[in-house]
């Protein structure tokens, strides 16, 4: 299983960012995904997540500033944020299981001005 974010950057507040992430090693059409953030300081935390199809859910904290979605055909999920806070500022992951164990390398999304 591989699983690469990437997209992550600096940001002013109020701004936006898409991550993606490629997967590979696995059926990915048949696997929920999701998206998992780890701020300096503070617990691994689940952002959002998709199912097989375009169904999501989010994290309360993100809940009406941040959409997922995949794309079957090109193994990939996204992340679109936007109205980005400083609070949002963390390593960000993608995962194909619910507690994030199995996940590549983060991208780094960091929002101040």
């Known amino acids: 299983v591989q699983l690469q974010a990437f997209g992550g950057g600096l940001v002013q507040p109020g701004g936006s960012l898409r991550l993606s992430c490629a997967a590979s090693?696995?059926?990915?059409?048949?696997?929920?995904m999701y998206w998992f953030r780890q701020a300096p300081g503070k617990g691994f935390e689940w952002v959002s997540s998709?199912?097989?199809?375009?169904?999501?859910r989010y994290s309360n904290s993100v809940k009406g500033r941040f959409a997922i979605s995949r794309d079957n055909t090109k193994n990939m999920v996204y992340l679109q944020m936007n109205n980005l806070k400083p609070e949002d500022t963390a390593l960000y992951l993608c995962?194909?299981?619910?507690?994030?164990?199995?996940r590549g390398k983060g991208t780094q999304v960091t929002v101040s001005s």
């Open positions: 995962a194909k299981d619910m507690d994030g164990k199995i």
């Open positions: 998709i199912n097989t199809g375009t169904i999501g």
């Open positions: 090693g696995f059926t990915f059409s048949s696997s929920w």
